[in-house]
Every structure is written in C-alpha cells, then in structure tokens.
C-alpha cells in the first residue's frame, strides 16, 4: 500500500530542511576557502577543481536524475558559492560601500571633493614656464576654480617626448599656486618622490599607466596628502578598484578615483570615455569619482556634452587641460583649450545646472 500523500509530504519537507542546512554548512566550509585563497592570493575560481567535482558525482550518480541534471544542480550550487567568496570580498576591502556606507569627502585646501558638491579641476598637461603656469592660474583665479593641475613629471609613450621639467616643475607649481591662493595636483612616477611631492603640492595624481605600478601605490599609501588614482588605459574596474586599495590599505584613506578614458578599436577619440564607470564607482566605492574630459576624448568639440555627461552621471567633478597657447605646448598640444574656449566651456557647465559648486 503507498503512502498518504501527506506523509510524503512531510518527508519532502523534511528533507528539504536537511539540504538547506546542508547549503549553509557547504557555505561555511566555502567561505573559509575564500578566506585561505586571499590571504595566498590565488583565484578563487579553480575549473580544474569544478570540473573533477562534477564528474565524481556523475559517477556516483544513483538517479533518478540524469548526469546532465545533476550537473546543472551543482554547477548552480558551485556559481552560487562563487558569488558567495566574491561578496565576501567585497565586504572586506576598506574602499567598498559595504565597508563604509556613507560617501568619503576629501579636503584639498578648503575645497571639499566628494560631497554634495562638485569640483573643476584645471591647467595645463606640463609645466613648462612661470609665465606659462602663472597665465593659467590667473584665469583660473579669475573663473573661480580652486584646483590646478600640472604636470612635473611626464611619462611618455615615447622616449623622445618630452618628459617634464621634474622637481623644478613642482616648486614651480607651489609658487604659482602660493601666489594666486590655488591647490595644486601633480603626477608623482617614482615611489622615492613621494616625500618630494608632500613639500610642493597639494594631491599626488598616480596616471593612467601607473595605476598598477604596485610600489608606487604602496608609497602613496603612506603620503599625508591625497592622492588622485587614474585608471590604466585597459583597466578593468575591478583592477581599478584593487589598485585603490593598495593606497588604502597601505594607510592613506584619501583616494579619489577618475575615470581618462580606455582604450578600444574607436579611432573618432583618443580614447572611449566609460561613462557608465561613474555610477558603478559610486556604487561600488565610496571614494570621490571624477571625470577627465580632456584624455578621454582627446578633442575639444565634444569636451562640453561629455562634461554634461560625466555630471549628469553622478561624477563629483571634472578635470580639463588649459594652456595659454595649446598650439606650442609641449605635449597634448591638439587636445589643450585655451583660456578662451576654457572660460566657454566653463560657463556651459555652470549653465547646464549639473555643476554645484562648494
């Protein structure tokens, strides 16, 4: 005689109380995996592994289930777990959002970056001249911006290129900034120069292709002053994240996070502006997110609605490059404005109702 249906409903229930108990310890035993693969730096994900589980419990496979439903039950299982090690990651490392919910905001000399507000950050690619840098800041001055960029130390593509004027080009930048009240940022590309760069400027900027120059993340996690982390030309925003966390968990939680562009087969820009990198930084991290305008297009027509673009996305600020006279300029000579086309582009950003200024 079969059983009552009830019966064997309780049995269902019963053992379906006993698999998730069997999920949750599976869980546990999963979680501390994870745990050991940080601490060694391996992968969390091992195909070979998957691959010899799936196929001992194919062999053991009693039925009624076919080999290939049991494998999808597992697979789900292992897809599950997976995703189980990778939030735990998430969770642990000092930049997340769910490390620390509420936004970082960052003073750089009495301009708050991070917060309800926004920043615009501008100057030219290199420091070449006094007169070069102090013609900028005084626009700068002049249109209200607090923040000018510079750069000392030029890393090219080419050897050829020119490469900065160095030290001489950061106390260029503090005099200039000293005397026109401004913050200054400048590019740092060697760990020993940290320490230089605490006595001249005001924000280390780490570019696009140091982002995972891993020594140099670690000295600047050790600087007493902010520093401003581009990510790498083909970085995946969780490599961009990671390098991040160099800086942080090496003692400097003042990390700001800007998105140059990346690298793709498009030819119409310098580089492919990630707009979508700003609202997943934001949600992923609660470090300060901006925009450079200038690297990720590489022209000056479109500077204007990616700026719109870049705000509109959540970003909480914008950098573009100003030379006195782009057309001389030592490098990134067609992708500089002017100070006219500065002050144009300046004042459709502040018409357009995006930009909240401190």
Known sequence: MSQPLEELRE????????????????????????????????????????RAMLE????????????????????????????????DHKQQL???????????????????????????????????????????ASALKDAGVKVMRGGAFKPRTSP??????????????????????????SE????????LAEQYIDVIQIGARNMQNFELLKAAGEANIPVL???GIAA?????????????????SRVMLIERGIRTYEKWTRNTLDISAVPLLKQETHLPVLVDVSHSTGRKDILLP???AALAAGADGIMVEVHPEPQVALSDAAQQLNIPQFQELWEGIRLSGLFKEA
């Open 188 to 195: 740092i590309v060697h760990p020993a120069h940290i320490e």
């Open 94 to 136: 000092l930049v997340s959002r769910k490390k620390q919910p509420e936004n970082t905001v960052i003073d750089v000399l009495g301009t708050p970056v991070g917060g309800g507000s926004q920043v615009m950050i501008a100057g030219p690619c290199s420091v070449e001249s006094y007169e070069q840098l102090r013609t900028v």
């Open 306 to 308: 990616c700026a719109k």
């Open 229 to 231: 982390l581009k990510r």
């Open 56 to 87: 001992e419990l194919t062999r053991q496979n009693p039925g009624p289930f076919k080999d290939a439903e049991v494998k999808h039950i597992f697979k789900e299982i292992f897809k599950a777990s997976l995703n189980l090690q990778e939030e």
């Open 11 to 50: 049995q269902l229930d019963g053992i379906n109380h006993e698999l998730l108990k069997l999920l949750n310890k599976r869980a546990e035993i999963v979680r501390s995996i994870g745990e050991i693969k940080d601490k060694q730096g391996v992968p969390k994900f091992d195909p070979v592994r998957e």
């Open 160 to 185: 050829y290129d020119f490469q900065g004027l160095g030290i001489e080009g950061l106390k260029m930048l503090k005099e200039v900034a000293a005397e026109f009240g401004l913050a200054t940022i």
């Open 236 to 252: 995946t925003l969780e490599e961009f994240v990671h390098a991040a966390e160099y800086i942080a968990v090496n003692g400097n």
